[in-house]
């Protein structure tokens, strides 16, 4: 797409006007096509828009009333805003960081790259400060905020530590504060006691740092699907998160299991655990029982995480499986050879079947889309979402839902796509 350069002229369609058009072989009234949210003026149909509707041009405020692919137009942007908003997070300052992953958020959407300030007038989220970086980047090609940051001796081995499978927040503080800057010195530390899941995060660490291919994703949901149906043949695993939402790679693979019509859920994990355990599969895990309580009303909590039984893997990954397409050009050595596996993060979370559409819509992501969806309901439907139900306040009632399309039904908001979540 190009960059537009009066985008007055234009407005924005569903991409199902292009697939109608296509049907009946000629283009279709647009009028039924707007995208959701509303009217933007820049998009890809040539029908002129009345002046007066521009004025009324609306993006929603909420993810979960856009529609957002993969295809961003404004990674410069949106990266800039990501990393000011992880420093902010990184400092507990919850405010601004919220405010740059929703305007990270907005520009994600946009089916067209932001050339001048003027570009984002009219769209949620574009706060004074949001511009400035804007204009920054727009003027110099970067921002000197966000190179402050990246150069920041704080930041840098803040996101190193926490780039290790189970060190958060306070760990890496506390390691910063001790004066160490690198994993080696962490590593030759012996006064640190180190958790099971960071050693393990360490010993496994430049495996996990390499993301997970959509190859490998894959390999590991035939292997995961065999291995629960072996136990529970009538099992559902659904692949969720990120690979759900067709991303190519991903930090980790998430699943979601469930069993109809059974009370068989609870045993399953383990069964499957176990068998993998045998195997010498695991690397780690840490199985969570359910913490679910029925009588309980889903959380008001927007980030507050699930009570489905859950567990947190490293899965040792034969490749024998994985298709290597680039192999002619790479020429590993002996012993990278030998290693015939790569340990990837698998999380595997499991629903009981009547809260299954809950689960696979909380747990398909991204976060941007979860969070605004909760406060969507919570703001202007006096409802309560979360991953197990969804709650009428006024009703006094759960709503249920078989499918996640009965769940945007009942918010009253048009279906968005897996694909279209990457909010
Ligand atoms: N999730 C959530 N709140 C949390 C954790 C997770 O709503 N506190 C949801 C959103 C995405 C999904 O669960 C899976 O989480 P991740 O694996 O962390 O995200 P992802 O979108 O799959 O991205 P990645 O490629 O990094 O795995
Ligand atoms: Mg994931």
Redesign the pocket.
């Known amino acids: 797409m190009h960059n537009m350069e009066d985008c007055s002229r234009f407005r924005l369609l569903d991409i199902s006007w292009l697939t109608a058009s296509m049907e009946v072989g000629r283009p279709v009234d647009p009028e039924k096509y707007h995208l959701v949210g509303g009217k933007h003026p820049a998009a890809s149909s040539s029908q002129p828009v009345d002046a007066s509707a521009l004025g009324t041009a609306i993006v929603s405020q909420y993810a979960c009333q856009r529609r957002t692919t993969l295809n961003n137009y404004n990674t410069k942007f949106t990266d800039a805003f990501e990393v000011l908003a992880e420093n902010y997070e990184l400092r507990g300052n919850d405010g601004p960081c919220l405010a740059f992953r929703r305007a990270a958020s907005v520009l994600k959407f946009l089916p067209f790259t932001i050339v001048r300030v003027n570009d984002t007038e009219g769209l949620p989220w574009m706060r004074d400060q949001v511009k400035t970086i804007i204009e920054d980047i727009i003027e110099d090609g970067e921002s000197s905020r966000v190179t402050a940051v990246l150069n920041n001796e704080n930041y840098r081995s803040i996101k190193l530590f926490t780039s290790v499978f189970g060190v958060g927040l306070k760990t890496s503080e506390k390691w910063y504060r001790m004066g160490l800057r690198t994993l080696e010195e962490v590593k030759s530390n012996k006064d640190l006691k180190l958790t099971r899941m960071q050693r393990a995060g360490l010993l496994h660490y430049e495996d996990l740092l390499s993301?997970?291919s959509k190859e490998e994703a894959d390999s590991a949901s035939l292997f995961v699907k065999e291995s629960v149906q072996k136990f529970s043949p009538s099992a559902l695993v659904t692949l969720?998160?990120?690979?759900?939402?067709g991303?190519t790679?991903?930090?980790?693979?998430?699943f979601l299991i469930t069993v109809p019509g059974s009370r068989q859920e609870e045993e399953v994990l383990h069964l499957v655990i176990d068998f993998w355990k045998k195997q010498g599969l695991l690397l780690y895990y840490d199985l969570i029982e359910s913490t679910f309580e029925k009588t309980k009303l889903p959380s008001r909590k927007v980030?507050?995480?699930?009570h489905f039984q859950k567990c947190f893997i490293i899965l040792k990954l034969h490749k024998g499986k994985v298709d290597h397409g680039s192999s002619i050009i790479s020429v590993a050595s002996a012993e990278e050879e030998k290693k015939d596996w790569k340990a990837i993060?698998v999380?595997l979370v499991v629903s009981p079947f009547e809260q299954y559409a809950f689960a696979l819509l909380?747990?398909?992501?991204?976060?941007q889309?979860?969070?605004d969806l909760r406060r969507y309901a919570t703001h202007e439907k006096k409802m309560v979402l979360d991953?197990h139900a969804l709650y009428d306040k006024t009703k006094k009632l759960f709503l249920n839902a078989a499918s996640e399309e009965e769940i945007f039904a009942h918010l009253g908001l048009d279906y968005i796509e897996p694909w279209e979540r990457n909010a």
């Not at 790679?249 to 998430?254: E, F």
């Not at 909380?362 to 976060?367: A, L, Q, T």
């Open positions: 993301y997970v969720t998160g990120g690979f759900r939402r991303k790679t991903g930090h980790d693979v998430d980030d507050a995480f699930d993060r999380d909380g747990w398909s992501g991204s976060r889309f979860e969070r991953n």
